[in-house]
Structures are given as structure tokens and as C-alpha cells.
């Protein structure tokens, strides 16, 4: 056997790095990202495998709806702007854009068997179990 067979050891992993490099680092920053801000987020809460739900306030009105978030890198590689790159500024918007948030939203999604909504016009509507409270309460 050939005293060289050590470097072909430690080429071939580089190698392979090299390759999937943008896949590797992507993971580690979803590691990161996971390990270091999930128990530390206020406003993203995870009720499913992919569905996490959003909260946050503006102007003291409260706004909470659920995304079903892909898994994986997204398609942009890069994104750059009068010749510097943007991509850190610019991805986020395109992230959701393609996100899935969810329209279908049901009392036993939350947890409840009804739901009564009353109106400041004394209208007052009552969702069951599987209804779609959004399309129920919009229409």
C-alpha cells in the first residue's frame, strides 16, 4: 500500500465539504438559530412540526396568525445592490413571500369546541368545532 493513501484521506472529506459547503453552513446557522433564539423569541411559538404561530403588536393591537414554514435553503444565493450584497437586507422579504401562512384556522386548532363572537354592532356569530373561524367571521 502507498505511504501516500493519508492525503487521499484528508482530501476527500474536504472535498466533500467544498461541494455541499452552502448546504453545510445553512445547517449550522439553522442549528445556531434554533439553539440560540427559539427559548429566547417572544413572538414565534411552535405548535407543530412546520407551523409556528406569530405574535406581535403594533400601535397596542394585537396581530397573531400561523405559517407553515419550509425546511431547507431558500434559492437565492445572492443579492447585490449598487454592487454591494444585500442579501442579509433583501432575503427576508422574499422568505416570506414564499412562506405558507395558513387560512384555514378552526376552534379545535385552538383548543376550544365553540366559539362565540360578539360584535360592537350586537351582531354576534358562533363557530363550531371544524369551521373555518376566519372565513366564518370575514364573510
Not at 36 to 62: L, Q, R, V
Request: aromatic letters at 14%; glycine letters at 6%; proline letters at 4%.
Amino acid at each position: 500500500m502507498s505511504p501516500y493513501y493519508y492525503l487521499f484521506l484528508l482530501i476527500l472529506p474536504l472535498g466533500c465539504y467544498m461541494k455541499y459547503m452552502k448546504y453545510i453552513n445553512t445547517a449550522c446557522k439553522t442549528i445556531g438559530v434554533m439553539c440560540c433564539c427559539s427559548a429566547t423569541s417572544t413572538c414565534a411559538t411552535k405548535i407543530d412540526k412546520d407551523i409556528y404561530e406569530i405574535s406581535f403588536k403594533i400601535n397596542n393591537k394585537p396581530f397573531k396568525f400561523r405559517m407553515n414554514v419550509q425546511n431547507g435553503p431558500t434559492s437565492i444565493e445572492k443579492i447585490v445592490c449598487d454592487g454591494k450584497d444585500s442579501t442579509k437586507d433583501i432575503e427576508p422579504y422574499f422568505n416570506f413571500y414564499n412562506s405558507d401562512i395558513l387560512d384555514n384556522l378552526t376552534p379545535s386548532m385552538l383548543g376550544y369546541q365553540q366559539i362565540g363572537i360578539e360584535y360592537f354592532d350586537g351582531e354576534e356569530k358562533y363557530i363550531e368545532d371544524n369551521e373555518n373561524v376566519l372565513e366564518k367571521c370575514l364573510a
